[in-house]
């Protein structure tokens, strides 16, 4: 079946810092792969996707290149911001015996301290 | 500016009682969602709607109703019959075409139990 795993927060990372979170991904056939982030009291935005293998999506810094031989989508910015304080979810999009279904991870806490 | 509006942000509910969250949206947009969110769970599919006066149960939808008699509109009604009501609930709405990925999201309700 289809599913997401990433990495257990939370993460505190010093401003300036360079960031790394982690997701997997279990998929049949070719899925899109997303992060959304979600800030304090928020609901969730879309931060960046990508829909096929060696795709990078990028927004706000933020980049994460869809990689099918390690399964992996991972986050990566390199000059972290206070403002960047929230949780990020990664997730697939993919078919099922229902059709098309999407799929969050658990969500990563990221905290930047000055 | 377009967007999903949902009140309120904060509710209480009674032992026994049932409780309706709105979610209203200015986007045109033909499937909309709702989400269930606890910590360490990420986000849970409650219910979703392709498309006017049609619905779908999501993974978690015992102990919820919705209704979509108006395009711009997608209540969920939490019903005596939900045990552990007390999460952060998220809707959220998508064009036609993206296969049930979540474009938009408000800025969720808090529902607590007195």
């Known amino acids: ?35 959304y982030v979600q800030y ?5 935005q879309l931060l960046l996707k990508a829909t096929k293998a060696d795709d ?29 304080s929230a949780v990020y979810f990664c997730a697939l999009s993919g078919s099922s015996n229902t059709g098309n279904q999407f799929y969050f991870g658990t969500g990563t806490s990221l905290t930047v301290i000055p | 500016d377009g967007g999903i509006t949902q009140s309120p942000k904060y509710l209480f509910r009674k032992e026994g009682q049932n409780v309706t969250l709105s979610c209203e949206q200015n986007l045109n947009h033909d499937a909309m969602y709702w989400y269930r969110q606890d910590p360490g769970q990420g986000l849970r599919l409650i219910y979703y709607s392709q498309i006017v006066n049609d619905f779908q149960k999501g993974d978690i939808a015992e102990g919820y109703s919705v209704s979509r008699e108006k395009k711009e509109s997608f209540p969920l009604t939490v019903t005596s019959a939900q045990k552990n009501p007390t999460a952060f609930y998220l809707c959220a709405s ?16 808090r529902l607590s139990i007195l």
């Open chain 2, 94 to 109: 998508s064009a036609r075409g993206q296969g049930r990925q979540p474009q938009h999201f408000g800025d969720g309700t």
């Open chain 1, 56 to 84: 990078k999506g990028s927004n706000k810094g933020f980049e994460a290149t869809y990689r099918k031989e390690t399964t992996s989508f991972h986050l990566e910015k390199g000059s972290v911001q206070v403002s960047d």
């Open chain 1, 40 to 44: 304090p009291g928020e609901g969730l």
């Open chain 1, 1 to 35: 079946g289809n599913s997401v795993t990433q990495m257990e927060g939370p993460v505190t990372l010093s401003e300036e810092a360079f960031l790394t979170i982690n997701c997997t991904y279990t998929a049949t056939g070719y899925p899109s792969l997303f992060w």
